[in-house]
């Protein structure tokens, strides 16, 4: 189904394939959601030209995304001997 009109198809004919292939996935979402054709190539136009079309691979989990998510560590240190049980010493 061809949600985009002309001016929209022409915006998305300038993106690289990666942010093309994004945009006809939204296309496809929007018709899905029942969103009407002028209000979805307006929508796609105003990510084009403000250069918002979410880059494909750019989604690295960086340590500050994660920051207060998980309870911090406790920072009692273990000794080798609380760790391991002595080793009994072997007759010969």
């Known amino acids: 189904m061809k949600l985009f ?3 929209a198809t022409s915006a998305v ?3 690289d394939s990666a ?3 994004y ?7 929007f018709a899905n959601m029942g969103i009407s054709s002028k209000t979805a190539s307006d929508a796609v136009c ?4 403000a250069d918002a079309v979410p880059q494909v691979g750019v989604w690295s989990a960086l340590p500050s995304a994660f920051k207060g998510l998980f309870p911090k560590k ?3 240190t ?5 760790t391991f049980a ?7």
């Open 23 to 29: 945009c006809a996935k939204l296309e496809q979402r």
């Open 74 to 76: 406790s920072a009692t």
């Open 13 to 15: 004919a300038s993106l």
């Open 86 to 92: 002595p080793v009994p010493e072997v007759a010969a």
């Open 46 to 49: 105003s990510l084009v030209e």
């Open 19 to 21: 942010d093309a292939a």
């Open 5 to 7: 009109n002309d001016q």
């Open 78 to 82: 273990v000794a080798a001997s609380d």
